[in-house]
C-alpha cells in the first residue's frame, strides 16, 4: 500500500513563500512520477506540477511557472513544492500523487496514488 502524506501549508501573506513536502512511504519512490494538484473551494482539481522520476524533467501550469518549483530527493522518499510570490489566487488544498505512467503526466486520472492534502491560504 503507498502511502503519501503532505505537509508544510498555511497561512501566508501575498508575495510569501511556502514550502510543501509530500513524503512517500515504501522502497519504491523512485518508480513514480509525482505530481501536484490543487482544489480550490467550488473549483475543480487543477494540475499544479509534476517531475519525472529521476528529476531530470519537470512540467508546470502556465500560472505557476516562474513562481513554483517542483523537485524531489529519492534518498528521502519525498517529493516538494516550493511556492515563491504567493499569491491570493493560490489559495486551495494541495496534494500530491504518484503516477506509474511512462511520461509526465498533468491529468488527475493519470495518478495512481494521492496524499490527503495540505491547506495553503494566501491573504492580501
Known amino acids: 500500500q503507498v502511502q503519501l502524506v503532505e505537509s508544510g501549508g498555511g497561512l501566508v501573506q501575498a508575495g510569501g513563500s511556502l514550502r510543501l513536502s509530500c513524503v512517500r512511504s515504501?522502497?519504491?519512490?523512485?518508480?513514480?512520477?509525482m505530481g501536484w494538484f490543487r482544489q480550490a473551494p467550488g473549483k475543480e482539481r487543477e494540475f499544479v506540477a509534476a517531475i519525472t522520476r529521476s528529476g531530470g524533467a519537470t512540467n508546470y501550469a502556465d500560472s505557476v511557472k516562474g513562481r513554483f518549483t517542483i523537485s524531489r530527493d529519492n534518498s528521502k522518499s519525498t517529493a516538494y513544492l516550493q511556492m515563491n510570490s504567493l499569491k491570493p489566487e493560490d489559495t486551495a488544498i494541495y496534494s500530491c500523487?504518484?503516477?506509474?505512467?511512462?511520461?509526465?503526466?498533468?491529468?488527475?486520472?493519470?495518478?495512481?496514488?494521492w496524499g490527503q492534502g495540505t491547506q495553503v491560504t494566501v491573504s492580501s
Open positions: 515504501g522502497r519504491t519512490f523512485g518508480n513514480y512520477i
Open positions: 500523487a504518484a503516477s506509474a505512467a511512462t511520461g509526465l503526466v498533468r491529468q488527475p486520472i493519470g495518478y495512481n496514488y
